[in-house]
């Protein structure tokens, strides 16, 4: 894929570690109706707003992130003979808020992946948004935010619980198969076989926000958004875009 100009974008947000623990189920343990997991392999990952820095990197863009110290571990034991999470285990400790100054430089979008785990207060994205030049994207998992001059994107679930008590006219809602709402158009998902939907929104929002700054539209950049989160979860695991993903979505 080739560019004129490499996009630099500053990214904030809450990050975890990653563990993936595979291995076969074969019998229920006889103490409790639960599978009993044979270990064969580990796989460690950093998550959450790492996960969208190395999806923003997969299209070129060069990322500087802002992300708490503390470690939130996030363990995955997947049966891989079934190709199904058995269960997830969650070291989740509320984070410190972020603190200090913001790395200088131009950036050409901000953007913000909040899991809403301590790091990044109400008060602090607003302050984020307010004094940023430039486009903003927003991924919550609040259910509540003041009227903000940016692209706020939420799934279905997470705008079912929102307590909005102001009309975002930049909100996107993504809504699994079915695609994603904009400005009551719903633009259509790509119709793929689902293995895992982790870090889909994730991929989403790297995707929503390269192309928004290639073309200059979110209308033109959510199709491709899509493209972007069909191959994700069309893989297991939480899943990097390839090359020969980029070029596809590009197509």
Same mark, same amino acid.
């Given at each position: 894929?080739?560019q004129?100009k490499?996009?630099?974008?500053l990214?904030?947000g809450?990050?975890c570690t990653?563990?993936?623990v595979?291995g076969?189920?074969?019998?229920?343990?006889?103490?409790?109706?639960?599978?009993?997991?044979?270990l064969?392999?580990?796989e460690?990952k !950093?998550?959450?707003?790492?996960?969208?820095?190395?999806n923003?990197m997969?299209?070129g863009?060069?990322v500087?992130? /802002?992300? $708490? @110290?503390?470690t939130i571990?996030k363990?995955?034991?997947?049966?891989?003979k079934?190709?199904?999470?058995?269960?997830?285990?969650d070291?989740?400790?509320?984070?410190?808020?972020?603190?200090g100054?913001?790395? @200088?430089?131009?950036?050409?979008?901000?953007?913000?992946?909040?899991? $809403?785990?301590?790091?990044?207060?109400? @008060?602090?994205?607003?302050? +984020? /948004?307010?004094?940023f030049?430039?486009?903003?994207?927003?991924?919550?998992k !609040? $259910?509540?935010?003041?009227e903000?001059?940016?692209y706020i994107?939420?799934? @279905?679930?997470e705008?079912?619980n929102?307590?909005?008590s102001?009309?975002?006219?930049?909100?996107?809602?993504?809504?699994?198969? !079915?695609g994603a709402?904009?400005?009551?158009?719903? %633009?259509?998902?790509?119709?793929?076989?689902?293995?895992? /939907? /982790?870090?889909?929104?994730d991929?989403?929002?790297?995707a929503?926000? %390269?192309?928004? +700054?290639?073309?200059?539209?979110?209308? %033109?950049?959510?199709?491709?958004?899509?493209?972007?989160?069909?191959?994700a979860?069309? $893989?297991?695991?939480?899943?990097?875009?390839?090359?020969?993903?980029?070029?596809e979505i590009?197509?």
């Amino acid at each position: 894929m080739q560019q004129q100009k490499q996009l630099k974008v500053l990214l904030i947000g809450d990050s975890c570690t990653d563990e993936y623990v595979y291995g076969t189920c074969e019998r229920l343990n006889p103490e409790a109706p639960v599978p009993i997991l044979k270990l064969n392999r580990k796989e460690t990952k !950093k998550g959450m707003a790492w996960n969208v820095r190395e999806n923003l990197m997969s299209f070129g863009m060069e990322v500087c992130i /802002v992300t $708490n @110290e503390e470690t939130i571990i996030k363990t995955r034991y997947i049966d891989e003979k079934h190709n199904q999470q058995i269960l997830r285990v969650d070291s989740d400790p509320i984070l410190n808020s972020m603190q200090g100054e913001l790395p @200088e430089g131009r950036y050409d979008a901000l953007v913000i992946s909040d899991y $809403n785990k301590g790091f990044l207060t109400t @008060e602090k994205i607003s302050d +984020l /948004v307010n004094s940023f030049d430039g486009p903003v994207f927003i991924d919550t998992k !609040k $259910n509540q935010l003041p009227e903000l001059n940016a692209y706020i994107k939420v799934n @279905e679930h997470e705008w079912s619980n929102f307590k909005c008590s102001v009309l975002f006219n930049k909100l996107i809602i993504t809504k699994g198969g !079915k695609g994603a709402w904009y400005k009551d158009e719903l %633009y259509p998902a790509e119709k793929v076989n689902v293995f895992d /939907v /982790v870090g889909a929104g994730d991929t989403f929002l790297s995707a929503l926000v %390269y192309f928004y +700054l290639k073309y200059g539209t979110i209308e %033109y950049a959510i199709p491709y958004a899509n493209k972007a989160a069909a191959i994700a979860v069309s $893989n297991f695991g939480t899943y990097i875009l390839s090359e020969e993903d980029v070029n596809e979505i590009c197509d």
